[in-house]
């Protein structure tokens, strides 16, 4: 069993910035995938960011790339998303998920997940 733990969000105006940690615990971080899944209202959850934790490879959806950077402290078995520029687009419930690749992440697929977090831009 994987668990996370979620910290970060909030509302913020258009063209500001958050970043989401995520903090994982109960099996060897480095074996997993990481990313981010984010679903806005009335919508379907959708992939955002991915990042392998022993390769460091990264993945984004192209609706933030260049704004949106994913990292990984292996020390602190922490994954965080630097959200930058943000659009009221960018506005949803931000899940941490892991799974054992970044390849099932990228097609949507999660075998863990943490629990969601809110971030609302205005405009």
């Known amino acids: 069993q994987v668990q996370l733990v979620v910290s970060g969000g909030g509302l913020v105006q258009a063209g500001d910035s958050l970043r989401l940690s995520c903090v994982a615990s109960?099996?060897?971080?480095?074996?997993?995938?990481m990313g981010w899944f984010r679903q806005a209202p009335g919508k379907e959850r959708e992939f955002v960011a991915a990042i392998s934790v022993r390769f460091s490879t990264k993945y984004y959806a192209d609706s933030v790339k260049g704004r949106f950077t994913i990292s990984s402290d292996n020390a602190k078995n922490t994954v965080s998303l630097q959200m930058n520029s943000l659009k009221p687009e960018d506005t949803g419930v931000y899940y941490c998920a892991a799974a054992a690749s970044t390849g099932n992440l990228v097609v949507g697929t999660a075998g863990y997940w943490g629990q969601g977090t809110q971030v609302t831009v205005s405009s």
């Open positions: 109960g099996r060897t971080f480095s074996n997993y995938g």
